[in-house]
């Protein structure tokens, strides 16, 4: 697993992994701003129907607050959906340097196959997370419980996500991870979203550690 990840983060070098890594940021970061304006709408237009806001400025906060507090799954679900979108420009490009001939024998799935499982992930992630909040919001006074618990209930969902992307593209029995690889990877990813600036960077490289996990694991078996 750790050749994997190094290999993937030393994939960063290459300029179409950092281009669409640039493209994931910056749609990233909008969707955030979207998200946050229409949320700031939507709590200032509750507030005034109540008659406790005359004006934005109590919406706006709430916004932010609600945005702080919901920001890592909401980050997560929103920054694993886009990539979804280039995932498949990534998985190529590793393939073709690294796995040629993995890359000849996978079918590219196509686009509305992708967005259909881009979608089935956030939604996924966004219920398993509702289901696991009042577990948060109980152990917000260990401190340390309710992150720890975020980092395993993501952890599940990302090594899920990661291994998707390629069964999708080489069928189960050549893409799939086990068990614990799935866990170790989905952790890795996790836990580097929780880290301000590597989250934006996360995604990417978790995909393309995915792939060298997938066929590297499947060169050792064959030799």
């Known amino acids: 697993m750790f050749r994997a990840i190094s290999l993937g983060f030393a994939s960063l070098s290459d300029k179409g992994i950092m281009l669409i890594l640039a493209r994931v ?3 990233t970061l909008l969707a955030f701003v979207l998200l946050g304006i229409a949320l700031w709408y939507a709590l200032d237009r509750a507030l005034q129907a109540v008659g406790l806001a005359d004006d934005g400025a109590l919406g706006a906060i709430a916004a932010v607050a609600v945005l702080a507090i919901a920001g890592l799954v909401l980050f997560r679900m ?3 959906a886009i990539t979804w979108i280039f ?3 990534i998985i190529d490009i590793i393939e073709a340097r690294h796995y040629p001939f993995e ?7 196509g686009n509305l196959q992708s ?26 006074i260990t401190g340390i419980g309710a992150p720890l618990v975020f980092l395993a209930v993501n952890a599940l969902l990302l090594g899920r996500d990661l ?10 029995h050549l893409a799939a991870f086990g068990k614990g690889e799935r866990l170790m990877l989905g952790l890795a990813g996790a836990a580097g979203m929780m880290v301000p600036l590597l989250q934006f960077v996360v995604p990417v490289v978790a995909t393309a550690s995915a792939v060298h996990m997938a066929h590297g694991k499947f060169r050792v078996k064959t030799k």
């Open 25 to 27: 940021m910056l749609l």
């Open 78 to 80: 929103i920054a694993i």
């Open 115 to 140: 967005a259909r499982m881009g979608l089935r992930s956030a939604m996924r992630a966004l219920g398993y997370n509702l289901l696991a909040l009042p577990v948060y919001l109980m152990l917000l």
């Open 163 to 172: 291994e998707d992307m390629l069964v999708a593209r080489h069928g189960h």
């Open 103 to 109: 890359a000849a024998r996978g079918k590219r799935p």
């Open 87 to 89: 995932s498949d420009d």
